[in-house]
Nanobody, 119 residues
């Protein structure tokens, strides 16, 4: 059973930084893509950043402030968040499209980690 486990959320003042981590475990042969999404109450979940085969993309609101990176041997993805703003407050979810032994590719979600930015 594949699991994605996030860590690194918390409370930070505006202008501060946080680093989110997500590690995938299970019968993973390779990672097609991994990314970070966020959601606030009453709104749809939105893609924040994603990385696949070395190419990364960001939602406009975080471009230049957030950086996504991968550690393939560890099946991990990270999100370095700098210059945080109160509007970045949300639950952040790790997402992974993974190729599994004998099962092909499937998409998984972590349980989420809360990021709160105070003004």
């Amino acid at each position: 059973q594949v699991q994605l486990v996030e860590s690194g959320g918390g409370l930070v003042q505006a202008g501060g930084s946080l680093r989110l981590s997500c590690v995938a475990s299970g019968s993973i042969i390779s990672i097609n893509s991994m990314g970070w999404y966020r959601q606030v109450p009453g709104k749809e979940r939105e893609m924040v950043a994603a990385i696949a085969r070395g190419d990364s993309k960001y939602v406009d609101s975080v471009a230049g402030r957030f950086t996504i990176s991968r550690d393939n041997p560890k099946n991990a993805v990270y999100l370095q968040m700098n210059s945080l703003k109160p509007e970045d407050t949300a639950v952040y979810y790790c997402n992974g499209n993974l190729y599994e032994l004998n099962r092909g590719s499937h998409t998984y979600w972590g349980h989420g980690t809360q990021v709160t930015v105070s003004s």
